[in-house]
C-alpha cells in the first residue's frame, strides 16, 4: 500500500481530512520509529485510544505493523515476548491468551518502510514551502538549530489578532486634526519609519502628546484584540517554542510567548537582568522582552527616546554579544522593508557580527544576497501573491509551521 493510500484510509476512518491525517502518521512514527510500543504509550503522548486502534489497523491491513505479546507468567518475574497467543510459555506450560496464568500486553514495532516513506514526503512538502535554492542555508540552519535563539517580531502575533507596527499607529492617528498632518503621518508609515513616525505624533497630538498616553493607547489596543484561544494550526508561537530554545527574545510588547508555553515562566525586560550568566545557568527558558511588555508600562519602548535611550547604552551591546559568542539568532515575523528593523538590527547585530538568520517570504536571489551582504543569511518561505489577504496569512503561517517543523524532525 502506497503512503497516499495509508493517508487516504485514516483521513476516511477518523473522519479528518488528509493533511491531519498525515500529520498523525507522522507523529506515530516519530514516537514509535525505534522501539516497540503500546496503545497506553501512545495515550500518554496525547492520543485517544479509539484513534490509536483504528490507526494501528490500517497499519497492520498495509503490512508497515507488527505485531507480537509481552506476557507475563505467574511462574516467571520477567515479561517474554511472543509471536502468537497460540505459542506455549516455556514456564508453566500453558498457552500464551491463557489469561488466568498470563498478563498480557499487545506491542507493536513499525516497519521501516512506513518511517522512510514518511521523511520522503516530508521533504517533499518542504519543498513546496521552501524557496527555490535556499536548501542549503536551511539544511545550514538545521544543523545549528540546538544553539538557536529565536528572535520574535511583530508578525508572529499578527495571527493571534495584533496589529503589525504600521496598523498600531494608524489607529492612533485619530489624535491627529489637520489633515496636513495626518498625511504626513500616513508617510511615515508606509515607508516604515516608524520612530519618526511616533516623534511626529508626540509632536501634533494633544492627546498622545506624552510617552505614558501612548503606551497605554498601545495596552489597551492588545488587550482588545489579542485572542489566545486560537486553533494551532493558524499561528507559529507554539512552533517557535517546540525549537525548544533556552533563550527567547522578542520585541513584541504581547504576552503570547508566556501564554502558550507549559512550565515556569516569566517575561523578562532588558532593565531586570544584571546578571547573564547566573540567567543561561538557571536552568529556565528565559522569554526576553526587548522593548518592554503590556504588563510593565515602564519598560516598554515606543519611542524615539526610549530608543535611544536602551540602545545608546553599552550595556545592551554586552549583554547580546554575551548571548551571541556560542548562539545563533533566527529572526521570525520581522520585515526588512520597514526602517524600525533596519534600525535595531544595523545598531546592534551587525556589529556583534556571527552567523545569524531570518526568515522572509518570497525572497529574490537579488534580495538575499543583499541580506547576507548586512550579516544576515536568509530562508526564503513560499507564501504567493494571493489578493486575498487571509489566504496570504494562512499561507505564510503554513510556510513558517512547515520549515520550523522540519528544523527539529
Known sequence: MSLDTLIGNVSKKLIINEEDSFNLIKKITEICNKDMFTVSSLENEGFKRGDILNILEIFKEAGFLTQQYQCLCKDND???IYDSLQETCEFCGQVVKNTFVHDITDIY???EDIVKLVQEKEKLI???HLGDGFITLFEELKGKIHNVIPFLGAGTSIPLG???WGQLL????DSIFSSDDKRMFDKYIDKGDYLKALTFLKNHSLILSEDKAIKERIIKRIEAKYNKNIEDDLHNIKDIINLNSDFYITTNYDLALTDFKT???YPYTFRQIDDLQDLLNSGKQIILHLHGHIKDKDSMIVTQENYNEIYGKTAIKTFLSG?????HLLFIGFSFNDDYFKNIFENVFKDIGGDNYIILPDLHMEEAQDLIKMGLRPISIKVGDSKNKEEKARNYVKSIK???NNLIN
Open 109 to 111: 514495532h513499525l516497519q
Open 78 to 80: 520477567e515479561p517474554e
Open 170 to 173: 494608524a489607529d492612533m492617528k
Open 323 to 327: 548571548i551571541m559568542g556560542s548562539k
Open 263 to 265: 512550565g515556569d515562566n
Open 162 to 164: 495584533l496589529d503589525s
Open 126 to 128: 518542504l519543498q513546496m
Open 402 to 404: 512547515v520549515v520550523l
